[in-house]
């Protein structure tokens, strides 16, 4: 008889409970031997930690990758897109293209973005050039909304200013109170003239070759309260900010809908209000965003110092990929998307620990089969997992998720057709050869 | 279907008549007027030429359309002698029926208005009427105290009225024969069944291709879809009424539904249009009335809980406050049964000169009615354009879910055609669901009445309301409905109480509305 899966998990959600004992897996603590580890983003930083040195066994899956702090952290995905961009431009690369503004083409799909306080002096060169703008101020190491404001004058983040004296923070390197300062999308789509945000869920396999797989059933997360861009309702985070976890404390939340949508839904709605073919372009972009978000930080990077800066000896010059792409590893994460009134979508966030509380019972069951179609791509058959595995899984086997990008797929597709260009295997075609293009400019 | 002779002229009198002195009369002579100065116009030919001209500028087909639009509305030719009732309802004793459930109606307004001390309604303050302006996008947000208003009647109440409903020359106590009906319904009126429908419906045959099947993912497009689509854009450039209606049948295309239907309903968003929007929304900040209270409450008790529709809470607002104050909508009561209920100035009770229709519309909203606006909301997001084509839709076809009457697209007619259809297609279960005491049509009256809006999930009800629009019939909503009890045939066989019916039927979320009826009425 087959051996039952062993699991652990330090996170009590029902969704996820009631998935493992569905399957017959058996649940045991992190100290016996487990096979599957759904931890939370506590757990995995001591997983992986240079000090505790845990390895994995062959047998072994976790569902966060080693640092997936370099999407997940707002200031490092800035920090990643950025120099995933200046690399491609260094490489002349036609996704770099930039238009007469020198507005990048394919590539613009983050709000300008500032670390604080590290490009205060830049930030505010930029605030100058149109200051009636308003910016949003997020702190990099929280999540749910918490701590997050809007600003539209200088003098509400002077402390935030390099030289400020009255400053408390910490330095910047170890992260903890940094925040990005972003421009906020002060013109958003409106339907029902209620402002909303996408959350989508995507599933990476591994990130070389790049496996990406994005949930069907994402939803539409409306502000209970009308949205005004006046300036009187800065302080209104009903009006501004999607997440439920705030919405849920409006007076007009409604426990049976959540405020929530389907993508269908705003599918749908926008084909019937603005055309199929613009639809079908916006969600060809944000398919585009989800992937090129991915190739940043699973590339080869340009050559990194190593973290600690060795005074007077060699320094390594290690090409190291931002991302482990740990074997033993998966996850699945929840990109937050707005979408602007010209049907531009733009990337807010990535999130490593997507919320698996469920605010009505559509949430419950959409969470639900969430984490069984993962599991079932990551643990098919409910067999015990084996960190080698192919990672291909069967059309069948995807439930509710599709394809996004197969790279390994695309590679082999393109070594069959002879690549016109004659491009080299390796880490250049693996960018010029994406799946999903802008349509109609691309070579 | 134009008759000969002299009913032709009658009719085109009438259509003259009406279309005389409206907007589009004075645009033509405006038109006509202007093109006067163009080189092409000589003065020998000049009527030619101005006809010429008007053809190729789409100034006649917008007439065309226009004169479509009278046509549908027009009722039916009637004797000479007959008195106008006739008009708005040939059998008496329906009009007796709709005139005693309007006596009710009326009565429970009434009485609400005096037990909560609020007038019918009241002019509002200066203060009032700047904070609504203000408020106007976004009353969602308010919170009256709603709590002692009740919607004036419900689907149910009005069930029960027609199911008592007796026609005085039909003797139904013949016992058990073979033409008994076993339903609700025991007047006998004209309805169509399965082999009349499929003459009446040919485009929704197996064999006829349409949105809803054969669009589906793993059919490839050029079979069907895309040659649809082609034919589509080209109705909606030439501005066709009467091409988008017969395009319609075979559904219409996500892309361009909203122009299709603007264009069948011929409901325009010209300026006039915008302005007699905006002079609505002016007497709603100047008058608050009763039944805006009925409005606020019907919202937030249906559309504000319903997954798909929560979202335009505000523009159901806009729309249904307005639509109350829309005297233009008066004029659908010379083919409606109903009749305006009317209201005397406080103090002027029985004086015949004081009386006003209240509400100013005529239409008393009940519990559900937002209903029909609701679906609207996903394709139009303009408030003056949502507006028309929901007017349009009511004066058209939705005043017939609710009030008594013989047609054959009635509430009346099609309750029984649905009991006649489900009846004669599966005898057993409705045997076996009416010795249970689970009346099929106590389950599907709430469907129908909502013409299944709020029930079906948004992209169906579309393709349904499609079909009703195609073939300027409600008739579709009573197929829809035997279909639905004949998919759940096998579970509905195995139930004991008309709760666990209701169970069995009360998710219709996940149903494809086209495979139903085409295997309904055709497999």
Redesign the interface.
């Known amino acids: 008889m087959a051996a039952k899966v062993k699991w652990v998990t330090d996170i009590e959600k029902s969704v996820l409970l009631n998935n493992f004992e569905k399957r017959g897996w058996i649940q045991v603590t992190d100290s016996e031997d487990w096979n599957f580890y759904w931890m939370s983003i506590q757990t995995i930083r001591n997983v992986f930690s240079v000090d505790t040195g845990y390895r994995l066994s062959d047998d072994q899956m976790v569902n966060h990758f080693p640092n997936h702090y370099e999407l997940t952290r707002k200031d490092l995905m800035i920090k990643n897109i950025k120099r995933y961009r200046k690399e491609l431009e260094k490489e002349s690369s036609p996704l770099a293209e930039k238009d007469e503004n020198g507005k990048y083409i394919y590539l613009d799909f983050v709000p300008v973005t500032f670390m604080l306080p590290a490009d205060y002096n830049l930030f505010v060169e930029e605030f100058r050039k149109s200051p009636s703008s308003t910016w949003i101020m997020k702190p990099c190491g929280k999540a749910q909304g918490k701590g997050i404001f809007l600003i539209n004058k200088l003098s509400q983040i002077k402390k935030w200013s390099r030289d400020s004296r009255t400053s408390t923070f910490v330095a910047a390197n170890s992260g903890k109170e940094a925040y990005v300062i972003s421009l906020y999308i002060d013109n958003p789509l409106l339907i029902g003239g209620k402002k909303f945000d996408l959350r989508l869920y995507v599933l990476v396999t591994t990130y070389r070759p790049l496996k990406c797989y994005m949930y069907k059933l994402g939803f539409c997360r409306f502000c209970t309260v009308k949205y005004t861009p006046s300036t009187s309702e800065l302080d209104n985070m009903f009006v501004h900010l999607t997440n439920v976890a705030i919405q849920k404390h409006g007076d007009d939340y409604n426990h049976v809908h959540g405020g929530k949508w389907t993508v269908s839904n705003l599918r749908l709605y926008l084909e019937s209000t603005r055309g199929k073919e613009v639809t079908n372009l916006l969600f060809d972009q944000i398919h585009w965003i989800v992937v090129q978000s991915l190739k940043a930080v699973a590339i080869w990077a340009f050559p990194r110092p190593p973290l600690r800066f060795h005074f007077m000896i060699n320094i390594h010059i290690t090409y190291s990929p931002v991302m482990n792409n740990d074997k033993h590893c998966f996850e699945c994460y929840g990109y937050d998307i707005i979408i602007d009134d010209k049907l531009k979508p733009w990337l807010i966030e990535v999130n490593a620990s997507p919320s698996l509380t469920s605010s009505t019972a559509n949430d419950r069951i959409l969470k639900y089969n969430l984490i069984n179609d993962t599991l079932n791509i990551v643990a098919p058959n409910g067999e015990i997992p084996d960190c080698r595995w192919n990672r291909s899984p069967p059309k069948e086997a995807l439930g509710n998720y599709q394809v996004l990008y197969d790279e390994e797929q695309a590679l082999s597709e393109n070594a069959d057709l002879r690549s016109r260009s004659g491009q080299a295997l390796g880490s250049k075609s693996t960018r010029s050869s994406s799946v999903r293009p802008v349509p109609a400019t691309w070579k | 279907m134009m008759e000969e002779g002299a009913d032709l002229s009658v009719t085109i009198a009438q259509i003259v008549h009406r279309l005389k002195g409206a907007h589009l009369h004075s645009q033509l002579e405006k038109q006509a007027r202007e093109c006067l100065h163009r080189p092409e116009i000589k003065l020998e030919s000049l009527k030619e030429d101005v006809r010429s001209f008007l053809k190729a500028s789409g100034w006649e087909r917008k007439l065309q359309n226009a004169v479509y639009r009278e046509l549908h509305i027009l009722p039916p030719p009637g004797h000479p002698a007959a008195p106008p009732e006739h008009t708005k309802e040939p059998l008496v004793y329906m009009r007796k029926a709709q005139a005693s459930w309007e006596k009710r109606i009326l009565k429970s307004l009434n009485s609400m208005c005096t037990e909560l001390g609020v007038p019918l309604a009241r002019k509002r303050p200066v203060s009032e009427q700047k904070e609504l302006t203000n408020k106007w ?2 009353m ?2 308010d ?1 009256p105290d709603l709590s002692k208003f009740r919607p004036v009647y419900a689907p149910k109440d009005f069930l029960e009225v027609l199911i008592s409903l007796k026609n005085p020359n039909y003797d139904c106590r013949e016992g058990l024969t073979a033409n008994s009906h076993w339903g609700l319904i025991q007047i006998s009126l004209n309805v169509r069944d399965i082999p009349q429908m499929r003459e009446a419906y040919p485009e929704l045959s197996l064999t006829c291709s349409q949105l809803g099947i054969d669009d589906h993912a793993h059919i490839p497009p050029d079979l069907f879809e895309s040659e649809h689509i082609r034919i589509g854009k080209k109705v909606v450039s030439e501005q066709d009424s009467a091409a988008a209606q017969q395009y319609s049948r075979q559904g219409c ?6 122009q299709l239907w603007a264009l069948i309903l011929n409901a325009t968003n010209e300026p006039e249009d915008i302005m007699h929007y905006e002079q609505l929304k002016a007497a709603v900040i100047h008058h608050d009335l009763l039944v805006d209270n009925l409005i606020y409450k019907d919202v937030k008790l249906t559309a ?5 529709y ?6 159901l607002y806009q729309v249904l406050l307005c639509f109350s104050r829309d005297t233009a909508v008066l004029e659908h009561f010379s083919y409606n049964s109903a009749t305006p209920p009317k209201s005397y100035i406080q103090g002027k009770t029985g004086a015949e000169e004081f009386t006003v229709v209240y509400p100013p519309n005529g239409v008393i909203p009940f519990h559900g009615f937002s209903m029909y606006v609701s679906p609207l ?5 303009e408030p003056s354009r949502l507006y028309s084509v929901f007017r349009e839709m009511y004066v058209r076809y939705f005043f017939r879910l609710h009030s008594i009457s013989s047609s054959p697209s009635g509430i009346v007619s099609l309750c029984l055609q649905f009991e006649r259809l489900l009846q004669n297609h599966l005898p057993q279960l409705f045997y076996h669901l009416q010795a249970i005491g689970a009346q099929p049509l106590r389950i599907a009256f709430k469907w129908m009445v909502r013409a299944f809006s709020g029930y079906l999930s ?2 169906q009800l ?1 393709l349904l309301w499609d079909r009703i629009l195609g073939y300027d019939s409600l008739e579709i909503v009573a197929v829809l409905a035997a279909a639905v009890f004949t998919f759940r045939a096998e579970n509905l066989m195995e139930v004991t109480s008309l709760a666990s019916a209701e169970a069995v039927l009360a998710d219709l979320s996940t149903l494809k509305v086209m495979p139903l009826l085409q295997v309904f009425l055709f497999a």
């Open positions: 996008n976004e969602g947000t919170e295309p996500t892309g361009f539904r909203a504000s809980n319903d997954d798909y929560f979202v335009f809470e505000d523009f909301c996903f394709l139009y997001n948004t992209d579309l």
